[in-house]
């Protein structure tokens, strides 16, 4: 890569939580800019997404969501909305990890291409530290924790608390994110869908999927020298992959 270049990949996270979802992410691979995505493979949607990244292995990157929970703010707190296992038993998590990873792997037919978390729960350095091993394991990077790859978080609809904020999934917030991007691979995280179809982040999905798919995006991308991209295949399965070719 020339070391004056422009990467950006857009990856999608929430792949497999909803239909509204999975047709949001399918559409905005196909007619907008989204080039990559992150599945939660404890959803039964999970079994479509897996099926469409494995029909588009040649062009659309795939990573795991770890799920451990979702949480919302309500009259002044977060609450939660389901937990998966205790975030603050490392082996507990560990082992959810594992069995995530295995299911992607059943779903998707390949292993994931980077991971992250749903709600950035690995930013607790005692999940981040059991994402960091597997990723070392597989030999992918783990969002926010890759000297190469940095992690773009602008472009989402709502504050810290949940207020929506519209303005922010614009094609005019879009197009400021691309004119200000760093030299090197960035990769911008969004949460598209179709319809409103899930709690909490619903009507939003709908504007990022608009502005993703808008023509405009693509075109400011070439005007502003930015190349789009996805995550490479990790090293044992590129290897394979040349010996059979």
Known sequence: ?????????????????????NAGIAACHERGIVTSATL??????????????????NDFSVGLHFDLGEWHYVAGEWRERYTVVPSEDAEAVRA??????????????RPPTHLDSHQHVHRDPRIGRVMADAGRRLG???????????????????????EPLPHLVSLEALLSIFAELPVGTTELGCHPGLVDDVPGYGAE?????????????????????????????????????????
């Open 40 to 57: 939660m493979v404890r959803w039964p949607d999970a079994v479509q997404a897996g099926a469409y990244a494995a029909d588009h292995a």
């Open 205 to 245: 999905r709908i504007l990022e999927a608009q502005v993703l798919c808008d023509p405009r995006a693509r075109a400011a991308l070439v005007q502003h020298g930015v190349r789009l991209s996805s995550f490479p295949l990790p090293a044992a399965e590129a290897s394979a992959g040349s010996e059979q070719a």
């Open 1 to 21: 890569m020339n070391s004056v270049e422009r990467v950006l990949i857009v990856n999608a996270d929430d792949f497999g939580r909803s239909p509204g979802v």
């Open 140 to 162: 992918i990077p783990v969002r926010q924790q890759s000297d190469q790859i940095a992690y773009s978080g602008l472009f989402f609809g709502q504050d810290g608390n949940g």
């Open 96 to 109: 959810e990890l594992d069995r995530q990873l295995v299911r992607f792997v059943e779903l998707v037919g």
